[in-house]
């Protein structure tokens, strides 16, 4: 009888091995990659925005408790020459304008445990938004001299943002983590506006600590793909 318990407690702790290897952690800090890109005509002539992107989240039972910011921006230059000769003391004009965005947001959430691979959460988050333009005017003359001037077309603005979203995240094939989510997000300001968004997204863990993760998101004015490294404790 003895034999037998060891065996059915052996059993039973192997059978509880892969749930607790495919437990969603919400303790976790991310960093890594952003690639934004903006669906405005007025901002054609810029790329694709690129830069940093950090996250926190801390679990509490059902609860959490999320932070994350990003910094993306891209650089346009224009250079232009007088090849018509109705300036013969100018060789040159540059243009060199920087547009940036910044966003930081925080936010909570409630987990609804589905089983022991899968969850569904439900978070609202509130944060801001600041967008900036600065623009460097340079001319050249003939006589090689240069002359840098600030451009009259810098200009800042910011506003809040508001969240809500709804995420399902799965673990499968051991190391494989799966998430596709909706949600509404709303911007106050002069140019505020309302949107659904929705987001799908993946990663692969290399141990219980570290992974590597990416995610698309799609509003209705931008999208941004992010790839972040993740440390889970």
């Known amino acids: 009888m003895k034999q037998l318990s060891l065996v059915a407690g052996l059993a039973t702790l192997l059978a509880g ?4 290897a495919h437990t969603i ?6 960093v890594g990659y952003k690639r934004f890109e903006v669906d405005d005509k007025d ?3 810029f ?5 940093l992107n950090l996250a926190l989240s801390k679990r509490f039972d059902n609860l959490y408790v999320e932070g994350r910011y990003y910094n993306v921006s891209d650089d346009l230059h224009i ?11 100018q060789k ?15 936010g909570a959430g409630y987990i609804h445990t589905l089983d022991e691979t899968s969850i569904f959460d439900v ?3 509130i944060g801001r938004v600041d967008l900036s333009v600065d623009s460097t005017l340079t001319f050249g003359y003939q006589d090689g001299s ?13 506003s809040t943002i508001y969240r809500l979203r709804g995420q399902y995240q799965t673990r499968v094939l051991e190391n494989i983590e799966l998430k596709a989510g909706l949600g509404y997000e709303k911007t106050t300001g002069d140019d505020g506006d309302s949107s659904p968004l929705f987001f799908v997204g993946a990663g692969y863990h290399f141990n219980s600590m570290f992974s590597v993760n990416t995610e698309y998101r799609n509003v209705d004015d931008y999208s941004t793909l992010d790839v972040n490294f993740r440390y889970s404790f």
């Open 17 to 20: 091995a892969p749930a607790a």
């Open 25 to 30: 952690n919400f303790d976790k800090v991310e």
């Open 43 to 45: 901002l054609e002539p």
């Open 47 to 51: 790329g694709d925005l690129t830069g």
């Open 79 to 89: 250079s232009e020459s007088d090849s018509s000769g109705l300036f013969p003391d």
């Open 92 to 106: 040159f004009l540059n243009l060199d304008t920087e547009f940036e965005i910044q966003q930081y947001t925080v």
């Open 123 to 125: 978070s609202l988050h």
């Open 146 to 158: 240069v002359s840098v001037m600030p451009s009259s077309a810098s200009a800042e603005d910011d």
